[in-house]
């Protein structure tokens, strides 16, 4: 498909401080030209979406232009990282691509950027760093400071553009993303885009601390300062300019408020009743490019203007000409399901260590895995709470600190949210980092990077995540609902995740390894009772991509037995139970790998037995052995000679006592109540 050549002013996409000094004309005519490109594009959208050809909604940002085309030109496109919210589209068609790609995501047509599984302003394009929007306003920091600071760990001195609305500013994601910038000391300027309204809600219903958001500053250890985007926009660029030299020279964040407007509303549906009286007319007297186009014209550039403004509108014009000749998308479900997970890459090129086989327990084999990758993995990142010096509340990543230092090894402040966004930043950029959560009871605060951010990201983006999320998970140590849950239904129930559940040392190792190589998000379930239950033998396993696989640990006809986690151990016992007591042998499967499910040999063993056992921690309502049951009986109907027994946790939170925990949880006893039972 041929695009309509830009027109030549659109070529350049830079600004150099330089240029500021004493502006050319043409450095004065082309800042004006993305600033009328950007808004007309804006409200040829608006026209679009009302003629029905644009779908879902549309959120404008015309009278942000005066803030988003100097700072998307002043930025360093080749070097910087930032992540552009929903009144930027004059920062998306300066970053990169061309009109008719912005259009074809608007139109979420065949050749949408986003394969059309986005819309509208919900699109980036992580091969240029621009890392795509999602919806939940504060969770686009963090991997903003990851992708930045991966940038700089790359020996590139990139800025990352950070921005977020008055109304944004109230979410906790903004505060940790703040902090952990200040922290890190990461090249990062924060722009608040104010414009006094979170959709309906005005400034002073959304904070009582005064409305000068950039004194918020002091309190992470940052500079601050406030900015008219709406008064000369070559002063805005010039203050812009410095903000970001300062920033690349200091490697220190800043947070710029930028006092905006929002002409039109909140989105394409917003009546905007809630506005007083004469504010609208308020806001386009303060509407910063007829007053630029004005002052230009009295510089004696009129002429040109016009001329620019009918070139620059026929281009719009034949760019959505073209764009809506787009055929709609592929909505075939193949094409879809494919791009859920990004491909997997072939093996890395592991050395064969450790050769020989030590004993150890779960957490020296996890140990070991972490010390083996990052020797030999120049890309790894080892991170969470407590890991440094103190080496992990579980000791799993004892020496790491000291044998790797920082900054491949560290600790992170109390903030999952900002910290997996973090992560997430870092792995789109070519980082792979290891995220170890205390406990897995914390992931709930990082539960939108994870599910949200992360694990849609190749779908929506076509960019590989590549993330491994330990999570020491599980009861059985006495320590209540808040650090022994089991969160695999809670994570699973959500698209794009992979995620391994070994249950000896060796798989654990495997796991790391297998899981680490991964191109996407994998969470890593470690039960915390597992960690120190004797020493096995570990070594290096040619093989340690089977751990995707379930393993048979025991053979038999008389029924199909599936667990995965601390439950294995547990229902080995119980086979060898019935078999010694009942003569009823089983097939035993240790899962694994709970996503994706690779379930053929257990639907072989169903369809043989023709019974089915599934046992797992995690409450029985609503917990993973449900997706077990379905998926192994549904296509294993007729061979079925019994209900299945599904055997879980009550449908409780976990009880603290021991003696409450062990009524709560699966015991040996209680399954082998449950199965003679179910046996008759
Ligand atoms: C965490 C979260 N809660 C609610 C919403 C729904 N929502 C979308 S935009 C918006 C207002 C955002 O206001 P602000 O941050 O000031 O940005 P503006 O739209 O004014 O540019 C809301 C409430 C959301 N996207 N994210
Ligand atoms: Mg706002």
């Known amino acids: 498909m041929a695009f309509p050549t830009p027109p030549a002013i659109l070529a350049g996409r830079d600004l150099r401080p330089a240029d500021l000094e004493n502006p050319s004309a043409a450095t004065l005519l082309r800042l004006y030209a993305w600033m009328h490109f950007a808004r007309t594009a804006d409200n040829r959208i608006l026209d679009l979406f009302r003629q029905g050809l644009i779908k879902g909604t549309v959120t404008g940002g015309q009278g942000n232009e005066g803030l988003i085309v100097p700072l998307a030109l002043l930025a360093d496109k080749a070097l910087d990282v930032v992540c552009l919210t929903h009144r930027d589209l004059g920062g998306h068609l300066i970053w990169s691509d061309h009109l008719c790609v912005h259009l074809n995501q608007y139109f979420a047509n065949a050749l949408s950027p986003t394969k059309a599984r986005e819309g509208n302003i919900h699109r980036g394009d992580p091969k240029n760093r621009s890392l795509p929007m999602i919806s939940h306003l504060g969770a686009m920091l963090g991997p903003v400071l990851g992708a930045t600071d991966s940038q700089r760990r790359l020996g590139r001195p990139a800025v990352g553009f950070a921005f977020f609305g008055d109304g944004s500013s109230s979410t906790g994601d903004i505060h940790e993303s703040l902090n952990l910038a200040s922290l890190l000391s990461l090249p990062v300027v924060f722009v608040i885009e104010n414009n006094r309204y979170a959709y309906s809600t005005p400034t002073s219903e959304q904070f009582a601390a005064g409305t000068e958001l950039w004194r918020r500053a002091a309190g992470y250890g940052m500079e601050g300062f406030a900015l008219d985007a709406t008064a000369d926009v070559v002063a805005t660029a010039r203050t812009l300019a410095a903000a970001i030299e300062k920033v690349r020279a200091t490697s220190r964040p800043i947070l710029i408020e930028a006092h905006t407007l929002r002409l039109r509303g909140h989105a394409a549906y917003d009546t905007c009743n809630y506005l007083k009286p004469g504010e609208s007319d308020e806001f386009f007297a303060r509407d910063v490019l007829p007053k630029f186009r004005a002052a230009l014209a009295a510089a004696g550039h009129a002429a040109p203007l016009d001329a620019l403004d009918a070139e620059l509108g026929a281009f719009i014009e034949a760019c959505i000409k073209v764009s809506l000749a787009v055929p709609r998308p592929n909505a075939a479900v193949a094409a879809m399901a494919a791009d859920l997970f990004a491909p997997p890459s072939p093996p890395l090129p592991w050395k064969p260590e450790p050769a020989t086989a030590e004993n150890l327990t779960m957490a020296q084999a996890l140990n070991r895995a972490h010390r083996k990758i990052l020797a030999e993995r120049p890309e790894s990142i080892v991170l969470g709470q407590d890991i440094g010096v103190y080496g992990g509340a579980f000791k799993v990543t004892e020496d ?26 870092l792995a789109l950029n070519g980082h792979r980092p290891i995220e170890e959560f205390q406990f897995a009871d914390f992931s709930t605060e990082a539960m939108t990077q994870i599910t949200l951010n992360a694990a849609t990201m190749h779908f929506r983006s076509g960019a590989a995540c590549p993330l491994v999320l330990r999570f020491p998970c599980g009861g059985n140590v006495t320590l209540g609902s808040f650090h022994s849950q089991e969160l695999e239904s809670v994570f699973l129930a959500m698209p ?185």
């Open 400 to 425: 790491l600190l000291n044998e790797f230092g920082r900054p491949r090894v560290f600790n992170t402040p109390l903030a999952e949210s900002a910290c997996t966004g973090y992560a997430v930043g």
């Open 496 to 680: 794009g995740i992979k995620a391994l559940y070994p249950s000896t040392p060796q798989d654990a190792f495997d796991a790391l390894l297998a899981a680490y190589e991964d191109n996407n998000p994998v969470i890593l379930f470690e039960h915390k009772a597992l960690y120190r239950r004797g020493r096995h033998p570990v070594a290096w396993n040619p093989n340690y991509r089977d751990v995707w696989t379930p393993k048979k640990l025991r053979a038999g006809d008389y029924a199909t037995f599936v667990t995965y986690g601390e439950m294995v151990h547990l229902a080995a016992e119980v086979c060898d139970y019935l078999a010694a007591e009942y003569e009823h042998t089983l097939d035993l499967f240790d899962l694994r790998c709970l996503s994706p499910l690779r379930l053929d040999a257990i639907h072989a063993s169903v369809a043989r037995t023709g019974r089915l056992v599934v046992l797992h921690e995690g409450r029985r309502t609503h917990g993973f052995g449900a997706e077990l049951v379905a998926g192994l009986t549904e296509q294993n109907f007729a061979a079925l000679k019994a209900a299945p027994l599904r055997i879980g946790s009550l449908d409780l939170p976990v009880p603290f006592a021991p003696e409450l925990e062990q009524a709560f949880r699966p015991t040996k006893d209680k399954v082998i109540e449950l199965v003679t039972a179910w046996m008759g």
